[in-house]
């Protein structure tokens, strides 16, 4: 009570520096349930002059005791109001959550702690291999991830990974799930089945606020199997439609070294550009290109979009 009024208790404990290493100037941080934050400064907590309160703060409540992670020199957390760098938590103290890394799909997170926050599982993965931040969320009957790009801090999210809890082992990861342990991330298929993605990127007001006819889109896509099915839809004025039906796709048998007959098995290459022109339609504004995919042996990489469409000479 000396320290946190708000009381509570004592949530998790971690150490937070300002120059990413394990030198004197690393500092002891204490969460607690009510989102109560102290930190200590020194080396030794059995003298006072040794070891010295910085500060108490106020930040959000943490969802869980597995709630933060080493990120770089800060301290990532979870907590109600998103995924808080430490530093910028105690720098907004509540006043904004636009500190949070998790700015970007608030509205997914506040719905996802304000449903799921007593579920066990919320855990983060920094996994450097695929310059990717896991945010593990336990939802009813299973679990999903929020996935942050590190290095354009895009998110997306992933399906179909009931992982109770992740690990990093070298520069492989790793999850365990129901009665077993399971590697993540590795292969082009969900032992076995196809895996499908969505992908919808940003409204755009081409031509500025005017209404235009859409009448054709080229997704550029590179990809280093022609057998990977691709659906297309445009989404109008930010109504966010799935297009209908599932992607086909036909996979393509490559050869196994010392098992496929010489100068007749098929090698798999590297990635291929496509740049299909498609025809699309509808009147609208803004627009934005939704995209499905389905393999369950290539790779594919959406680098960009093209538009064909015509312009109408006012706002009505």
């Not at 500060?55 to 969802?63: A, E, K, L, R």
Request: aromatic share 12%.
């Amino acid at each position: 009570a000396s320290l946190f009024n708000k009381g509570g208790y004592l949530m998790a404990m971690g150490t937070w520096t300002i120059d990413s290493g394990s030198g004197m100037d690393d500092h002891a941080v204490f969460f607690t349930s009510e989102g109560q934050v102290a930190i200590y400064q020194g080396i030794d907590p059995s003298t006072a002059a040794g070891f010295v309160l910085v500060g108490v703060y106020d930040i959000g409540q943490p969802v869980t005791r597995n709630c933060f992670v080493k990120y770089g020199s800060d301290l990532l957390l979870i907590c109600r109001d998103g995924v808080m760098p430490l530093s910028a938590a105690l720098q907004s103290s509540r006043v904004t959550t636009k500190v949070s890394i998790t700015d970007k799909i608030q509205q997914a997170m506040s719905e996802a702690t304000g449903t799921w926050a007593g579920n066990y599982g919320w855990q983060l993965q920094v996994f450097p291999e695929k310059n990717a931040l896991i945010l593990n969320v336990p939802v009813l009957g299973g679990q999903q991830q929020f996935v942050m790009n590190t290095l354009g801090g895009s998110w997306c999210r992933f399906l179909g990974w009931n992982a109770s809890c992740f690990v990093q082992s070298g520069s492989r990861l790793f999850f365990g799930t129901a009665g077993k342990v399971v590697e993540a991330w590795v292969g082009a298929n969900d032992s076995g089945i196809a895996i499908t993605g969505n992908a919808l990127p940003s409204f755009q007001y081409h031509s500025g606020m005017v209404q235009k006819r859409y009448t054709m889109a080229r997704p550029i896509i590179t990809t280093d199997s022609p057998g990977i099915g691709v659906l297309l839809g445009l989404n109008l004025d930010f109504s966010i439609v799935e297009p209908v039906g599932s992607p086909t796709f036909s996979p393509v048998a490559v050869a196994i070294w010392d098992v496929a007959t010489w100068d007749d098995g098929i090698w798999s290459g590297g990635l291929t550009l496509r740049k299909d022109w498609n025809t699309i339609g509808g009147v609208g504004y803004a627009a934005a290109l939704f995209l499905k995919v389905q393999t369950n042996t290539a790779q594919l990489r959406w680098a960009s979009v093209d538009y064909v469409y015509e312009p109408g000479q006012g706002i009505l």
